[in-house]
């Protein structure tokens, strides 16, 4: 039995010429998993930003190294604090010196002294809690506060409190944020061992299609979707491999499909995976791999083809292949919807890291039509409204050439499978675009 056929078999009510998108999803994440890459390579921080972790980074100090001032004022020992002092009570103590950040101070403190120290700076020892500059009066070498403004212990950060020596920093299947790579920057470690980008090859099909600089001609439109998907691919930071343009000949389209296995780790098409007269894609693709083509319960975006390319080369290692529809806003949609999952787990990322982005709640603005059986994604714009939820616009035109409507949107509005019409003022799901494409 042949992989796509051994999933389809174990998924509960499997049907290619209807399935739903969390059947969809489900699949795609069996399929791919254990096709992630391996290979790694290690590289500098500055070159590390949205990398895939390979190893669990262990830290190799604590963070902070020690207990330091959270703010610029006074440290001193906190059971110097009365336990039930009345409300007006102040304490006094004579300043002893002042404590810097960077450098740790070693005098000799008396009873009923404390130190003045900056943000940052080391505890000295001894003393445990700091008083915020703003609560003081300064006179001389004295300093005065009111008792119960603070407790033990206050506006002290604790050595390790963000990271202890030998805990795991981040984990292996990590998608490196700026956050991450300052973590890493605050371990002392300039270099990082991450999985090798992932190599995706894209082609356009149809005679329909013209290239850039070609002269244009009746009923011809020029390619879009190379560039989208060339936008959307390097975003996500794999190593693209633009294949240009296929026309609708099964020999060129199997020279080229053999090109990209042989290339790449995952091969994404637009157009031809319907099963129109001219639309040879769909049968090169079969004659070439294990493939599985699908009517997905959703609207734009319901063909689509997903299999296995082997290489000539490397036929245990086949290539990923997602047949997207060419319809422009239906190939981003399934893209954003599928593709990108799937292509986050294949660069090695953990489940949590490969996960779709959480989805936003926001009011509808007006009603949206919409029949149960089908999960719907419509171009919306979302605005802040003060002391409610985000309100959300759905675009007047939502046909799946309608490209400018995504320029013109900042997020998709998720009808989901079972959901029906929605009325003005009800909340709905909205996939915001801001870090997608």
Same mark, same amino acid.
């Given at each position: ?19 739903? &998108? ?9 399929? &791919? ?14 070159? #590390?930003?949205?990398?895939? @972790?390979?190893?669990?980074?262990? %830290?190799?100090?604590?963070? /902070? $190294? ?8 006074? #440290? ?5 604090? $009365? ?6 009570? %102040? ?28 943000? =940052? ?5 001894? +003393? ?75 082609? %356009? ?37 633009? @294949? ?56 734009? =975006? ?12 490397? /036929? ?12 422009? &806003? ?23 890291? #490969?996960? $779709?982005?959480? +989805? ?27 002391? %409610?939820? /985000? ?47």
């Amino acid at each position: 039995m042949s992989r796509i056929a051994a999933i389809a078999a174990d998924l509960a009510d499997y049907d290619a010429g209807d399935l739903d &998108v969390d059947t969809v999803a489900a699949f795609l994440a069996r399929l &791919v998993a254990p096709l992630a890459v391996a290979d790694t390579e290690e590289v500098t921080l500055r070159d #590390a930003l949205d990398r895939v @972790l390979a190893d669990d980074l262990v %830290s190799p100090v604590s963070v /902070p $190294p020690h207990d330091n001032s959270a703010m610029d004022g006074y #440290a001193f020992d906190g059971a110097l604090l $009365p336990a039930d002092a009345p409300i007006d009570h %102040s304490l006094t103590l004579r300043v002893a010196g002042t404590a810097l950040a960077g450098s740790a101070w070693r005098g000799a403190l008396g009873p009923q002294e404390a130190v003045r120290i900056m943000t =940052g700076a080391m505890m000295p020892a001894g +003393l445990d809690t700091v008083i915020p500059q703003e609560f003081c009066k300064v006179d001389g070498d004295q300093v005065c506060f009111p008792a119960r403004v603070l407790r033990r212990g206050d506006n002290r950060r604790l050595a390790g409190e963000d990271l202890m020596q030998g805990q795991p920093a981040l984990r292996r299947g990590e998608r490196l944020s700026p956050a991450a790579l300052g973590m890493i920057a605050s371990l002392g470690l300039s270099r990082v061992t991450v999985r090798r980008r992932l190599r995706v090859a894209y082609f %356009s099909t149809g005679d329909e299609i013209l290239c850039l600089g070609e002269t244009p001609r009746e009923g011809a439109v020029y390619d879009s979707n190379r560039y989208t998907l060339f936008g959307l691919l390097t975003r996500l930071g794999c190593e693209v491999v633009d @294949l240009g343009l296929v026309h609708d000949d099964p020999a060129t389209l199997g020279a080229t499909m053999q090109r990209a296995a042989r290339e790449a780790d995952a091969i994404i098409t637009s157009g031809g995976v319907s099963a129109g007269a001219a639309d040879h894609t769909r049968d090169v693709m079969q004659q070439l791999g294990d493939m599985a083509f699908w009517r997905v319960a959703m609207r734009p =975006g319901r063909p689509l083809a997903v299999g296995l390319i082997p290489s000539p080369d490397t /036929p245990t290692t086949p290539a990923v292949l997602f047949g997207l529809p060419g319809n422009p &806003v239906a190939t981003m949609v399934a893209f954003l919807a599928f593709v990108r999952p799937a292509l986050l787990r294949l660069m090695g990322c953990h489940d949590a890291a #490969a996960a $779709p982005p959480p +989805l936003l709640r926001a009011r509808s603005a007006g009603p949206i039509r919409k029949k149960p059986g089908r999960t719907e994604y419509q171009r919306g714009f979302v605005r802040q409204v003060p002391g %409610s939820l /985000p309100e959300v616009l759905v675009a007047a035109h939502q046909g799946s050439g309608v490209l400018s409507s995504m320029l013109e949107a900042n997020g998709l509005v998720v009808l989901h499978h079972d959901q029906g019409h929605v009325d003005a003022g009800q909340e709905v799901d909205v996939m915001i675009f801001e870090g997608l494409i």
